[in-house]
């Protein structure tokens, strides 16, 4: 289908995105990617008077390091998520994840500030920037705010953005020297998540000296599982003592029904994949 008329603004910095946006009201919609926002506006699912394509404001996209923290440009491609060095040394998992997001047109074109502001439940960046305790940083006409990955998932598609607010960039604390993996179940190749685990590892010498781990899919928000990031501390990496550890992932979690599977088979699904990815990250 063909989407509703809507007035299009391209706009080349982001205060200029700000003010378009306010001024706009309530009824216009960020355009980053493209990837879900589309296809949404072809089905007539949402049809906003306004359209902000942030595709030529260039300070929104790259990726570099400041001290301690990786700084990812909410206008970073997917593509660039998953090949940065910079990503691989700091933030491994989720470079790992962004390289399970559907295919490279896709990952060329969707974003990882996108797919954050989407909060798709089965989407693969929220989980990875929670476990590393990543922060994103949100923009409007009152300036900007920081808002922890902890509290920015707050509902099914709902997220701590406001309606005049844009997310600018997603800082993260560095994890170098941290394995990481994202360990991702699917039926078929490049499909979303049925369900997935994030975890990022910190050994000593064979020994679990520290552990962050979430959950893609297994509710309506990504879930930190940090029962199971204390359990792990000072266990040998290896599969019987990680098994043990993560056997109770799942619990306190409401994953979906679905054609993919019951409830009862994701939360084994959960323990399976939580093993793999942190015996993956702990190398
Ligand atoms: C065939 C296909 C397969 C896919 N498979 C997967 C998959 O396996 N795993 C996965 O995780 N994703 C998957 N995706 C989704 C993909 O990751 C998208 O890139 C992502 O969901 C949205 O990113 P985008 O940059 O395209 O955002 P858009 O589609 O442009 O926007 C999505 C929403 O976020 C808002 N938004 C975007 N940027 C900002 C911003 N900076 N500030 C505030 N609001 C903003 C928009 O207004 C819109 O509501 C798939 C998409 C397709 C088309």
């Known amino acids: 289908m063909i989407p509703a008329e809507f007035d299009y603004h391209a706009p080349t910095t982001l205060d200029e995105a700000v003010r378009l946006l306010a001024e706009a009201g309530d009824d216009a919609k ?32 790259g990726v570099r390091v400041e001290g301690d923290t990786l700084v990812l440009g909410a206008m970073t491609p997917h593509h660039d998520v998953a090949t940065h060095p910079l990503v691989r040394q700091h933030a491994r998992v989720l470079s790992a994840a962004a390289a399970t997001v559907a295919d490279p047109q896709v990952r060329h074109r969707g974003t990882v500030g996108g797919a954050l502001a989407h909060a798709d439940p089965a989407g693969d960046m929220p989980a990875p920037v929670l476990a590393l305790g990543g922060e994103l940083v949100v923009v409007g006409p009152g300036g900007r705010r920081t808002v922890p990955a902890a509290d920015f998932f707050e509902d099914f598609f709902t997220t701590a953005l406001g309606e005049d607010e844009l997310l600018a960039e997603i800082r993260i604390p560095s994890h170098d020297g941290w394995g990481g993996h994202y360990e991702k179940f699917t039926r078929v190749a490049q499909q979303w998540s049925i369900v997935a685990a994030a975890a990022t590892v910190r050994s000593e010498g064979g020994t679990i000296a520290e552990a962050r781990v979430a959950l893609t899919n297994m509710g309506l928000v990504p ?42 088979y994701r939360r084994h699904l959960a323990a399976v994949l939580a093993r793999r990815a942190v015996l993956a990250a702990a190398g």
């Open 223 to 264: 879930i930190r599982a940090h029962a199971v990031e204390q359990a792990m501390v000072g266990r040998p990496a290896e599969e019987s003592a990680v098994a043990a550890a993560v056997a109770r992932v799942a619990d306190g979690t409401s994953p979906p029904t679905d054609a993919n599977g019951d409830a009862d």
């Open 30 to 61: 960020v355009l980053a990617g493209g990837q879900s926002l589309i296809p949404v506006l072809r089905l007539r699912l949402a049809a906003p008077e306004t359209v902000i394509d942030l595709g030529r404001v260039e300070e929104l996209r």
